[in-house]
C-alpha cells in the first residue's frame, strides 16, 4: 500500500529565501508525482507534475525533482515571496490496480515579509 | 484546463442530517473522483463517479454513507448521509484531463 510523507510539517520563513519541500512514497510503482498548492476556500492548484521517466521539472520560481529509487521528491522554491504561503501537497499516482492518487499531508509554509 | 465549480462552499448542519454537495465541469469527463480531507489529514479517495454505471468505492466508505449521483458527463453530486462531528471535513470533487488532476474549491462541511 503507498505511502506519501511530507516533511515537515510547517515552514516559516524569511521572505527571499530560498527552501526545499520533502516528500517520500513507499512504492516506486507510480506513473507520476503531482505538487499541488492549497490555499484556504480554493480547493487545490497543480503546480508541477514530474512523470515517473523524468528527473525534474521547472516552472518559474519552481523545481520538483523525482528520485523512482529512494522514494522521494523535492520542490525548490527560489527567492519565496508572501504570495507563496500556501499548504503544498504532493501526490503520486500508483500503479497496479486501481490507478489512484495518494496524497502526503501536506506542508504548510509562511513566508514572512 | 478543466473548470470546476463545487457548491456549497461551506456549510454547518446539525447531527443526523444529510448534504449533498454539487460538483459540475465545464467539460465532459469520463471519471470523476470524490475526495476527503480530515483536519490535519491528506486527501483520502472516497469513491470513483462513472456516468451510467455504479461508483466505485475505496475500503472504508460505503454507498449508505456517501451515495453518489452521475447524471451525465459534466456533473456529479455526494451527499453525506445521516451526519455525525466525525463527518466534519473538507469534501473535493476532481477530474483528470491527461496526466493532471484539477480540483473543485472544496466544501468545508461542520457537523454540530
Known amino acids: 500500500k503507498q505511502e506519501v510523507t511530507q516533511i515537515p510539517a510547517?515552514?516559516?520563513?524569511p521572505e527571499g529565501?530560498?527552501?526545499?519541500l520533502n516528500c517520500s512514497f513507499t512504492d516506486s510503482a507510480i506513473y507520476n508525482l503531482q505538487w499541488f498548492r492549497q490555499d484556504p476556500?480554493?480547493?487545490?492548484t497543480s503546480l508541477l507534475l514530474i512523470q515517473s521517466s523524468q528527473r525534474e521539472q521547472t516552472s518559474g520560481r519552481l523545481n520538483a525533482s523525482l528520485d523512482k529509487s529512494s522514494g522521494r521528491s523535492t520542490l525548490y522554491i527560489a527567492a519565496s515571496q508572501p504570495g507563496d504561503s500556501a499548504t503544498y501537497l504532493c501526490a503520486a499516482l500508483t500503479q497496479?490496480?486501481?490507478?489512484?492518487?495518494?496524497?502526503?499531508k501536506g506542508t504548510k509554509l509562511t513566508v514572512n515579509p | 484546463s478543466a473548470v470546476i465549480s463545487q457548491k456549497p462552499s461551506r456549510d454547518i448542519c446539525q447531527r443526523g442530517t444529510?448534504?449533498?454537495?454539487?460538483?459540475?465541469?465545464?467539460?465532459q469527463v469520463t471519471m470523476m473522483f470524490w475526495y476527503r480531507q480530515q483536519p490535519g489529514q491528506s486527501l483520502t479517495l472516497i469513491a470513483t463517479a462513472n456516468q451510467g454505471s455504479e461508483?466505485?468505492?475505496?475500503?472504508?466508505?460505503?454507498?449508505d454513507k456517501f451515495p453518489?449521483?452521475?447524471?451525465?458527463?459534466?456533473?456529479?453530486?455526494?451527499?453525506?448521509?445521516?451526519?455525525?462531528?466525525?463527518?466534519?471535513?473538507?469534501?473535493?470533487c476532481s477530474v483528470p484531463q491527461g496526466a493532471l488532476a484539477f480540483f473543485g474549491q472544496g466544501t468545508r462541511l461542520t457537523v454540530v
Open chain 1, 41 to 44: 476556500g480554493k480547493g487545490l
Open chain 2, 55 to 63: 461508483a466505485t468505492y475505496e475500503s472504508g466508505f460505503v454507498i
Open chain 1, 10 to 13: 510547517a515552514l516559516s520563513v
Open chain 2, 68 to 92: 453518489i449521483s452521475r447524471p451525465n458527463l459534466t456533473f456529479s453530486t455526494l451527499t453525506v448521509s445521516n451526519m455525525s462531528p466525525e463527518d466534519s471535513s473538507i469534501y473535493l
Open chain 2, 18 to 27: 444529510s448534504l449533498t454537495i454539487q460538483c459540475q465541469v465545464d467539460s
Open chain 1, 96 to 104: 497496479g490496480g486501481s490507478e489512484k492518487l495518494v496524497f502526503g
Open chain 1, 17 to 20: 529565501e530560498n527552501l526545499v
